[in-house]
């Protein structure tokens, strides 16, 4: 019976690194979870009442500024940790 042939180099073991854990800043979360709710209660409160004082004003900007305040808010949630 043949001798079994022996390895010549060891086996590969990948470099140690050790991994940081990413911390997002404390004033994310609440400021990501206001937009959305401002972005929401300003959609909502043109539909229910479209002639208040500064609501009137902006006519149709309105749905811009409060889907402006929700995108806002998905943005800054991709940064969420």
């Known amino acids: 019976m043949p001798k079994p042939k022996t390895r010549k180099k060891p086996v590969y073991t990948p470099p140690q690194t050790t991994q940081q854990v990413k911390i997002s800043p404390r004033w994310l979360a609440p400021v990501m979870v206001t937009c959305w709710i401002v ?3 300003w959609i909502a409160v043109y539909y229910v009442a479209p002639n208040a004082p500064l609501l009137g004003d902006l006519q149709n900007w ?4 409060g889907f402006a305040f929700i995108i ?9 940790r």
């Open 62 to 65: 309105n749905l811009l500024v």
């Open 39 to 41: 972005g929401i209660l």
């Open 72 to 80: 806002l808010g998905v943005v800054l949630s991709t940064r969420w």
